[in-house]
Every structure is written in structure tokens, then in C-alpha cells.
């Protein structure tokens, strides 16, 4: 973690009203985690406990302590999903997918009219079949 | 040469609207991005001198063109999905270029800003009370009344906070209207900030919809001077479902963890970092410069049925043939709405039940189809209206897998803070998993263990461990602080007893969906959606 950019992180947020949300967001963003150190770092520019940022960090699914540099493919299983069938889709996903892609479960995509849905790389989709989902997942 | 008129919407785009943009721009024809119709199964939908096309695909370019293809659908305005509507918060859907400043000032934007800014702060209020608007993120309170608290409230610093953090599945209206005309939710706030005092406001997006924040983002700096001397920022929130109840996404703004606090002290008077607050929802807020437009109090009132008063924009989601954004007068019917309007099922199979209102929603069997969209007569019937998410399901439908899945999702997202929805969710999915296996058997470990007096060392039948269930769901309506916790009980409830054969210790009688295994080549799990 370089500390130059996460200062500079820090430094951009510091004096915001409620910064410390938008403060984890770009940690996690830049580095892919938000680690010991970036916490301590945090706290200490933010004058709180470590717990306090650690408990941020583990409240939030967004946030994760540790980097995990695998592909990421986010699939929507959520009530509307589910209506539509994403279920008899993950066994196929699963396999696909193996130990090379992290296949994430979200609830909610926000594609509840078209689903099943999912995101890859900031890219959704909608209205997928087994097919197109194990082709996303192999290509991610 | 005509303008093509495609949608930038975030749904069109999963469904590749992209894709066929650029197949007309190396047609040689200019792509105007407007917002989405909200007609989501012709998405991607062409628009060429009002006529419509959809669903498009690259390779029908040339066949629009010469005006050969199959896909036409007609004058857009004239489809019956459309014309049916009563539009009010979505009446630019479709028309207007989202971060077109010219497009909104066009269509009656800032007029309803400029007429509030130039009335007493508590006329406005006055206005706002008058048109009946309830708060549109589920509780239905009266919103002029929050307002009026606010704006009675001491303290020179005071905040108007948007909750954009549309977590429920079977929702999109916030997404769909933030991305589609961002400018009237912002000049909703800035009438907001004008009737309370305030002099800062916040959008508390969900960080599911990157669209929508770039979408903000750009419209906030577009609208600066419009809205000055008030101040908006974008705040992006970090995937708990939980921060969409409003003290938990204060909570999050501040920058701490998204728990629940208890109420009092309400919002209203001691809110964002100490001081009194808005919270509204989206679409309580872009409801606004209609009513604050010349006459729109009345106009709202007059719409809508008893204390339900205006439009709705309802989201017709899951296992519907024709899904999208429908917004109505309140009053209608679940059965006007799925059979006639969403034409049934997409899968083609009969309707099995419908949830409305989100994850949180009951599971209404068609035998209740009947029943009025209005807040009064859901509550009377053990469901909720929410946030106007109507989500369908066939009949391969596990209600009892969907029970379960309530419990399994409260688990995921309690925030923590208090012990019946912590605890009680996890305990729910347990005893679900049991009632589907014929009850417990034999005691556990720590149950027989000697010191364990008060427990029980017998197993439990499955009428029993039905009785205990009732028990938990009691605990957690009446004992958790917010709807998390507090409504996790209606949609299993719900499904309990309407669809009791799905709880049955008997596969064969249950529903296939959860473990559709079976369907999992040819069965509607792997139809609906798709498209030739």
C-alpha cells in the first residue's frame, strides 16, 4: 500500500463533515482493501479509535480487509431474481466460476423487471439464461 | 435526418442499449440519450419521430430504418402501458435529455422553485400539507407535517437528506428517476431546503447504482446556481440494506456504523450530526415541484383514494411479462396491474402470489387481488405498500424457500443493535429448516447438557416447533426497533398461510423454484427475460 496516495486520500477528505465514509470508499477503491495500516492511518487523521474505523470496515459489505485480486461477478439474488429464476442458474455459475472468479451474491441490482442480473467490471446485465451468465463468468 | 431517441437508462444499458447506439451511429444517424419510458421488456427501445421499436437489437438497425422491421411497436405515447398512466413525478420519462438543463427549463423546470422561494416558508408547508403527499420510502407519513416540525424547530443549522438508498428488491423508481431527470429531484430539495431553513442537503445514494451517482453528480454541477445559495452533495452509501431506514443512514452519513438509533429524539428535531432533519425519499421529493407548481396542491389532492393521496409510481417486477415503471393514481387493483396492465407472467405459467412492498412485503395470493393500492387498506390486510415494489412469482414458486429466504436476508442485513431481529433471524431460518424436515427430533447437545435445567430434553413435533415460530415472529414485530426486525414476520406470515403445503416436511408438495433442479434445462427458471 503506497502511503503517498493513501495520505493523499486522507488529506482530501479530512475536513469534510461525515468523512470517514467517503474517506473508506476511495481506500477501498485505490487499494482494493482498507488493511491495518490504512485504519490506523485513518484514525489518527480522523481522532478516533482504531476499533471505530475497524468497525466501519466490517459493517459495510463494500469494504473489505483484505485485497482478493480474482475477477469479481456479482449476481443478483434477490426476490425479483429469484422470480425469474436465478437459482437454477447458480450451480452452472458455480462451476464456472471454480476458484479463479469470485462469485458474489448481491441482493439487488435494481434490474428487478428484467432479471437475472448481474455485474462485472462495472458492467450489468440483464435478462440473462445459463448460457450467457457461464460465458460471463469464464470471461471475466 | 431524423434523431434517433435511445435511452441511457442503467437497465436499457444491461439490456445493450450501447451496443445499439453505436450500430445507428455508423449508420450515420445522431443518437439523442433520454431517459427510459420505463417500458423495460422493449428496452432497448428506438424512438424515431415518436414511433417506437423494441426490443432492439444491433442487426435491426437496417430494418427500422427503411421501415421493414418487426419490432415496431407504434407511436410510443399512444401504447396502451403509457396512456393508461397517470404520469406526474415520471412525466419527462422518456422526453427530456437527463442533464439537459434546456429540456428541463422547457418542461415547467424551476418554476415551481422560483413561486416557493418567493412565498413564506410556511405557506409552502401549508401547500405541501394541503396536497396529502406521504412519505413514498414505505411509512407513509404525512410529508408537510415532517416538514412543519423541521421548519418549527430551533437552530440555524438545519439539513435536508435524500434516502436514495433503494435497497428493496422489486424497486427501481429512485434509480430510474434519478438517472431519467435528476434537476426535479434537486429542485425538490432546494424547495425543501427554502421551506424548513436549510442550508445544506445530501443524497445518500446506494453504491449498487453508479449510474445514478454520475448521473447526480453532474446535474448538482449543472444546477449550482439554481439552487444557490443551498449546497448538495452526493454521498455514496456501502451496500447495507439497513442504512435505508433513516436513523441508520444518518448514522452512515455521519460516518459511523449504519445502526439503528431509537426514536425519540425523531429526526425531525434532532437529526443529521445533532440537527433537525428532513429525511424523504426520492420520490417524496420529486413529487414536489408538482405540488408547489401553480395549483398543484389541489390538482395532487383531488387524486387518489381516503388518506392515499397523488400517484404512485409502482415498479412491476420479477416474473412479469410486460415489467417496468407504472405510475398511477392510488386506488388501483393487483389484478388490473399484473393481469391486465403486466400481462401475466413472463414464464407464461399462472400467477402464484405477489410480493409488494420489497423483502420486507407480504406474499398476497390472487384470491386478494382485489385489494386497493392505498396504504389504509394494505396495512388492514397483514401487507404493506412500501415503497411500491410488486414483485411476481409462477407457481414453480417455494413459498416456503422464499420464507426462509426473509429470514436468511434479515440475518445478512441486521445491523445488530437490537436482539430480535440480530438473533431472531437466524433462529427463524433454523426453525423454517426444521418445520420443512418434520421437526426436531431429538434435543441438541447443549440442551441435554446437566446444567441446562430449564431446558428441554425431548425433541419438538413440527406443530410444536410451528407454535415456537409464531412465538419468535411475535418477539421480533414487537420488539425490534425498525422495520428490519419488525417486518421480517409479514412475508412469513404470508406465505404460512396462504401457501401452507410449501412448509410441508414433503418435497413433492412443495413449490420447485428453490430447488429447481428439474427446471434447470428447459423450465421457466431459464425462459423468463430472454429474448429472440
Known sequence: METSELDAIIARHKDRKG?????????????????????????????????????????????????????????????????????????????????????????????????????????????????????????? | MSTVRISDDALAAALGAEELVAAFEQAGYTVERVSSW????????????????????????????????????????????????QRLTFARAGKTRP????????????????????????????EVIESGLRGRGGAGFPAGIKWRTVMEAAGDEKYIVCNADEGDSGTFADRMLMEGDPFQLIEGMAIAAHAVGAGQGYIYVRSEYPHAIAKLEAAIALARQHIAPFQLEVRVGAGAYVCGEETSLLNSLEGKRGEVRAKPPLPALEGLFGKPTVVNNVLTLAAIPHIMAEGGSGLYAQLGIDRSKGTMPIQLAGNIKHGGLYETAFGIS???????????????????????????????????????????????????????????????????????????FCAAESCGKC?????????????????????????????????????????????????????????????????????????????????????????????????????????PGSSPGRRS
Open chain 1, 19 to 140: 468523512a470517514l465514509l467517503p474517506m473508506l470508499h476511495d481506500v477501498q477503491h485505490a487499494f482494493g482493501c482498507i488493511d491495518a495500516k490504512a485504519e490506523r492511518a485513518i484514525a489518527e487523521a480522523l481522532n478516533l479509535s482504531r476499533a471505530e474505523v475497524h468497525g466501519m470496515v466490517s459493517f459495510y459489505h463494500d469494504f473489505t480487509p483484505a485485497h482478493d485480486p480474482r475477477p469479481v461477478v456479482e449476481l443478483c439474488r434477490a426476490e425479483a431474481c429469484k422470480a425469474r429464476g436465478v437459482e437454477a442458474l447458480v450451480p452452472a455459475a458455480e462451476a464456472a466460476a471454480g476458484e479463479r472468479v469470485n462469485l458474489k451474491e448481491v441482493y439487488c441490482l435494481g434490474l428487478c423487471s428484467m432479471g437475472p442480473s448481474a455485474r462485472i467490471h462495472g458492467k450489468l446485465y440483464a435478462g440473462l439464461d445459463e448460457a450467457e451468465l457461464v460465458k460471463l463468468v469464464k470471461t471475466a
Open chain 2, 38 to 85: 420505463g417500458m423495460h421488456w422493449l428496452e432497448p427501445l428506438v424512438e424515431i419521430d415518436g414511433m417506437g421499436f423494441g426490443p432492439a437489437k444491433p442487426e435491426d438497425v437496417a430494418a427500422i430504418l427503411d421501415g421493414t422491421s418487426a419490432k415496431a411497436i407504434g407511436p410510443i405515447a399512444e401504447h396502451p402501458f403509457i396512456k393508461s398512466q
Open chain 2, 99 to 126: 442533464l439537459s438543463l434546456e429540456d428541463y427549463q422547457a418542461s415547467g423546470g424551476w418554476t415551481a422553485l422560483t413561486r416557493s422561494r418567493a412565498m413564506d416558508r410556511a405557506d409552502v408547508v401549508a
Open chain 2, 334 to 408: 393487483l389484478d388490473r396491474l399484473i393481469n391486465e396492465i403486466g400481462g401475466g407472467t413472463a414464464s407464461g405459467r399462472p400467477v402464484k402470489a405477489v410480493q409488494v412492498g420489497g423483502p420486507l412485503g407480504a406474499y398476497i395470493p390472487p384470491s386478494q387481488f382485489h385489494l386497493p393500492f392505498d396504504y389504509e387498506a394494505y396495512t388492514a390486510a397483514d401487507a404493506l405498500i412500501g415503497h411500491g415494489g410488486v414483485t411476481v412469482f409462477d407457481d414453480s414458486a417455494d413459498m416456503g424457500a422464499m420464507a426462509r429466504f426473509a429470514f436468511q
Open chain 2, 419 to 523: 436482539t430480535p431481529c440480530r438473533i431472531g433471524s437466524t433462529r427463524g431460518v433454523e426453525l423454517i429448516d426444521r418445520i420443512r424436515t418434520g421437526g426436531k427430533v431429538h434435543a441438541d447437545a447443549v440442551e441435554t447438557l446437566p446444567q441446562m435445567h430449564n431446558a428441554r430434553k425431548a425433541g419438538r413435533t413440527r406443530e410444536e416447533e410451528l407454535a415456537l415460530l409464531d412465538d419468535l415472529m411475535e418477539a421480533m414485530q414487537f420488539g425490534s426497533l425498525c422495520a428490519l426486525g419488525g417486518f421480517t414476520p409479514y412475508p412469513v406470515r404470508s406465505a404460512l398461510k396462504h401457501w401452507p403445503e410449501d412448509f410441508s416436511s414433503s418435497p413433492q408438495t412443495r413449490g420447485s423454484l428453490a430447488d429447481s433442479s428439474d427446471h434447470a434445462a428447459s423450465g
